[in-house]
Nanobody, 123 residues
Framework: QVQLVESGGGLVQAGDSLRLSCAAS????????MGWFRQAPEKEREFVAA????????YYADSVKGRFTISRDNAKNTVYLQMNSLKPEDTADYYC????????????????WGQGTQVNVSS
């Protein structure tokens, strides 16, 4: 089992930055591919970003490319999502995800999900 705990959400203004963290614990969590998804009110959950177990491979949704950066610190078993130039349309619950394969995480079928952290961006 892998447990994922997100933190760092909050209320910010458009143009501000936030950094989300996802702390993973459990067997082999250091080597899992990790990702972030988000779900806005009355919308389906969507992929935001993913990172491979080594940290060298990263993937982004077109809507966040150039503004968001995913990274990981395997010594701390933590993945981060640095969000810059935030827009009101980034408002959503953000979920951390983990799985043994990067394609599995990118496709929205990870083995594990966190409970989510809320991000609200006001205009």
């Amino acid at each position: 089992q892998v447990q994922l705990v997100e933190s760092g959400g909050g209320l910010v203004q458009a143009g501000d930055s936030l950094r989300l963290s996802c702390a993973a614990s459990g067997r082999s969590s250091s080597y899992y591919a990790m990702g972030w998804f988000r779900q806005a009110p009355e919308k389906e959950r969507e992929f935001v970003a993913a990172i491979g177990g080594s940290g060298y491979s990263t993937y982004y949704a077109d809507s966040v490319k150039g503004r968001f950066t995913i990274s990981r610190d395997n010594a701390k078993n933590t993945v981060y999502l640095q969000m810059n130039s935030l827009k009101p349309e980034d408002t959503a619950d953000y979920y951390c995800a983990a799985g043994p394969l990067i394609w599995q995480v990118r496709s929205g079928s990870p083995d594990y999900w966190g409970q989510g952290t809320q991000v609200n961006v006001s205009s």
